[in-house]
Nanobody
């Protein structure tokens, strides 16, 4: 059974940091491109960051470049998103995604940036 389970969301003040984690099971994690998406209330889901399988390649949406870092630990079947210098516009539900032919999604974790 394929599962992606996100954790680490919460309420943080502007300028603060959070680290999201996504634990994967039920498929060969190391073969899959891993990404983080987010969806703010009333807006479409957008790609935040993506990471390749073994070459360490990463891509980010312009609005998070220099603030967010995606990483993965294939031995632990886990992908992370380190989020620094958070802004209110970063508020939303963050989803973990795995894609390699098949496309899998987690249930999401809420991130709220507010004073």
């Amino acid at each position: 059974q394929v599962q992606l389970v996100e954790s680490g969301g919460g309420l943080v003040q502007p300028g603060g940091s959070l680290r999201l984690s996504c634990f994967a099971s039920g498929f060969t994690f190391s073969r899959y491109f891993m990404s983080w998406y987010r969806q703010a209330q009333g807006k479409e889901r957008e790609l935040v960051a993506t990471m390749g399988t073994t070459d360490g390649s990463t891509k980010y949406v312009d609005s998070v470049k220099g603030r967010f870092t995606i990483s993965r630990d294939n031995a632990k079947n886990t992908v992370y998103l380190q989020m620094n210098s958070l802004k209110p516009d970063d508020t939303g539900v963050y989803y973990c995604n795995a894609i390699f032919g098949a496309n899998f999604w987690g249930q999401g974790t809420q991130v709220t940036v507010s004073s």
